[in-house]
C-alpha cells in the first residue's frame, strides 16, 4: 500500500508547460527559426540546460558556453514573468484536492520536480504547505530519467521509494519512477508513457469529488 505519494509539478499540478514554451518559443524566435509545440514535447521533465541543448539542435545553432547562459538566463527571466501572475485556479482540476485526500489519509506528500521555480510556484498557488518536503532543481543534479530527484524525494519523507507513488506526465520521468523503484502513475497519453504502471487522464480521476 501506498506510504508516500510524490508528484511531479509542471504538467500534473500546475499547467505551466504552456508558459515554457511561450519562453523557449520567443528564445527560438530571436535566434531566427520556429519551435513547434510538437518540438516542444521532447523538453518536458527536462532540466533548463539540457532543453537549451534540445532546443539548439533543433534550430542547428551553435552556442558557447557564456552564450548558452546568457540565453537560459532570457527564457527564465520571460518565464518568471508569466508565472509571476499565476492564479490558484490554474492548478489542475482535482489536484489540490487529491493532495488533501492523500494527507488525510495519512499519506505523506512529496515533490519531485526539475523545476528551480518549483517553491515559487507552489507559494504563487497557495499549495507550499500540502507538501511535506519538496525536492526540486535545487537540490539535485543528475535530470530524469535518472532516479535522483525521487530517491531524495521518498528519503526527506523517511520511506522506501517502493512504498511511494510517483506521479508524472513525462516520459523521463515515468522512467525516473521506476527506476526509482517506485510504483508510477502517468498523466497523458498511454503512448508516451507506456513504461507506467497505470495511466490516468488527470488527478480529478483519482480524487473523490463531492
Ligand atoms: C520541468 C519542466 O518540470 O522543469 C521542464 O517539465 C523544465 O520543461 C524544467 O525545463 C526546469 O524548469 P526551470 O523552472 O528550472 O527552468
Ligand atoms: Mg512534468
Same mark, same amino acid.
Given at each position: 500500500?501506498?506510504?508516500?505519494?510524490?508528484?511531479?509539478? &509542471?504538467?500534473?499540478?500546475?499547467?505551466?508547460?504552456?508558459?515554457?514554451? !511561450?519562453?523557449?518559443? $520567443?528564445?527560438?524566435?530571436?535566434?531566427?527559426?520556429?519551435?513547434?509545440?510538437?518540438?516542444?514535447?521532447? !523538453?518536458?521533465?527536462?532540466?533548463?540546460?539540457? +532543453?537549451?541543448?534540445?532546443?539548439?539542435?533543433? *534550430?542547428?545553432?551553435?552556442?558557447?558556453?557564456?552564450?548558452?547562459?546568457?540565453?537560459?538566463?532570457?527564457?527564465?527571466?520571460?518565464?518568471? &514573468?508569466? =508565472?509571476?501572475?499565476?492564479?490558484?485556479?490554474?492548478?489542475?482540476? *482535482?489536484?489540490?484536492?487529491?493532495?488533501?485526500?492523500?494527507?488525510?489519509?495519512?499519506?505523506?506528500?512529496?515533490?519531485? +520536480?526539475?523545476?528551480?521555480?518549483?517553491?515559487?510556484?507552489?507559494?504563487?498557488?497557495? =499549495?507550499?504547505?500540502?507538501?511535506?518536503?519538496? =525536492?526540486?532543481?535545487?537540490?539535485? $543534479?543528475? @535530470?530524469?530519467?535518472?532516479?535522483?530527484?525521487?530517491? @531524495?524525494?521518498?528519503?526527506?519523507? /523517511?520511506?522506501?521509494?517502493?512504498?511511494?507513488?510517483?506521479?508524472?506526465?513525462?516520459? %523521463? *520521468?515515468?522512467? %525516473?519512477?521506476? @527506476?526509482? /523503484?517506485?510504483?508510477?502513475?502517468? =498523466? *497523458?497519453?498511454? &503512448?508516451?508513457?507506456?513504461?507506467?504502471?497505470?495511466?490516468?487522464? /488527470?488527478?480529478?480521476?483519482?480524487?473523490?469529488?463531492?
Amino acid at each position: 500500500t501506498m506510504k508516500g505519494a510524490i508528484f511531479d509539478l &509542471d504538467g500534473v499540478i500546475v499547467d505551466t508547460a504552456k508558459y515554457h514554451y !511561450l519562453a523557449w518559443r $520567443s528564445l527560438a524566435k530571436r535566434l531566427g527559426f520556429e519551435f513547434t509545440e510538437e518540438d516542444n514535447e521532447r !523538453l518536458k521533465g527536462v532540466s533548463r540546460m539540457e +532543453s537549451l541543448q534540445i532546443l539548439l539542435e533543433v *534550430g542547428g545553432v551553435e552556442a558557447n558556453e557564456a552564450e548558452r547562459l546568457e540565453m537560459a538566463d532570457a527564457k527564465n527571466k520571460e518565464y518568471v &514573468d508569466y =508565472i509571476s501572475r499565476l492564479e490558484p485556479s490554474e492548478i489542475l482540476p *482535482g489536484a489540490r484536492e487529491y493532495l488533501l485526500q492523500l494527507r488525510s489519509r495519512g499519506v505523506k506528500v512529496a515533490l519531485g +520536480s526539475a523545476s528551480k521555480n518549483a517553491e515559487f510556484i507552489l507559494n504563487r498557488l497557495g =499549495i507550499a504547505e500540502l507538501f511535506d518536503a519538496v =525536492i526540486d532543481g535545487t537540490k539535485v $543534479s543528475k @535530470a530524469k530519467p535518472d532516479p535522483e530527484v525521487f530517491l @531524495a524525494a521518498s528519503a526527506a519523507l /523517511g520511506l522506501e521509494p517502493s512504498a511511494c507513488v510517483v506521479f508524472e506526465d513525462a516520459a %523521463a *520521468g515515468v522512467q %525516473a519512477g521506476k @527506476a526509482a /523503484g517506485s510504483k508510477v502513475v502517468g =498523466i *497523458g497519453s498511454a &503512448d508516451i508513457l507506456a513504461e507506467a504502471d497505470r495511466v490516468i487522464n /488527470g488527478l480529478y480521476e483519482l480524487a473523490e469529488i463531492h
